[in-house]
């Protein structure tokens, strides 16, 4: 069973395009939504997170809304770069035995062309 | 944050052999994770390993399979074992510090 559901899988966009990836959870435990971003030979890295009592954050050209409701949350990449493309999973956790345990989603894999 | 530094970043193994992955962190942790991430896939977690104590394994994952060691608070080391092409992977350490850190992983290929 997926917790997380992230589509797409591959996404294509041109340089100062944006890029969207949706996430949709099941299980309303979850209280902290973090997106990794993971570059070819790289492990996953820490883009941008939010908690479910914000609808929405920006960080720079990356923004998350979250629709704590509908259990949905994304990802916006303004004016998408080339140095954009790579592989970026949404995840969710919480709490679990005294330590915040994470689901990622299946990871979606962006190319931004010139 | 946290630097997590792991060996080997790569190996091609025969199957039916062994490879011990090590994952070594710059500061203490009381927890240590160990992901796989098979190729198009998600990550999943393996296993959680304590220092001091056995470690706690996820659905579909066993010991005897991935045995694990956490002899202190900086160091562990994830074994697989009897390996299978299926066992071809990209194998992560992770720790937890107000956020998910990752180590650069360790892509396994079996043949």
């Known amino acids: 069973q997926q917790q997380v559901k992230q589509s797409p899988q591959s996404l294509i966009v041109q340089k100062g395009g944006i890029s969207i990836i949706n996430c949709a959870y099941e299980n309303t435990a979850f209280d902290y939504f973090p997106w990794y971003q993971q570059f070819p030979g790289k492990g996953p890295a820490l883009l941008i997170a939010?908690?479910?009592?914000?609808s929405e954050k920006k960080e720079g050209r990356f923004t998350i809304s979250f629709n704590k409701s509908a259990k949905q949350f994304s990802l916006h990449i303004m004016d998408s770069q080339p140095g954009d493309s790579a592989t970026y999973f949404c995840a969710a956790s919480s709490n679990s035995g005294g330590y915040q345990k994470v689901t990622f989603g299946i990871g979606t894999k962006l190319q931004v062309i010139p | 944050s946290a630097v997590i530094s792991q060996k080997p970043s790569r190996d091609i193994c025969q199957r039916g052999t062994s490879l011990t992955i090590q994952c070594q962190v710059d500061?203490?942790?009381?927890?240590m994770f160990w992901y796989r991430q098979q190729p198009g896939q998600s990550l999943t977690l393996i296993a959680t390993a304590n220092q001091g104590s056995e470690a706690t394994y996820e659905s579909g994952f066993v010991i005897d399979k991935f045995p694990i060691s956490r002899p202190n608070l900086t160091f562990s080391t994830l074994t697989v074992s009897n390996m299978s092409p299926e066992d071809s992977s990209i194998y992560l350490c992770?720790?937890?510090?107000?956020?998910?850190?990752f180590g650069q992983g360790t892509r396994l290929t079996v043949v």
């Open positions: 992770s720790v937890y510090r107000g956020k998910a850190f």
């Open positions: 500061s203490q942790v009381t927890m």
């Open positions: 939010i908690r479910p009592d914000v």
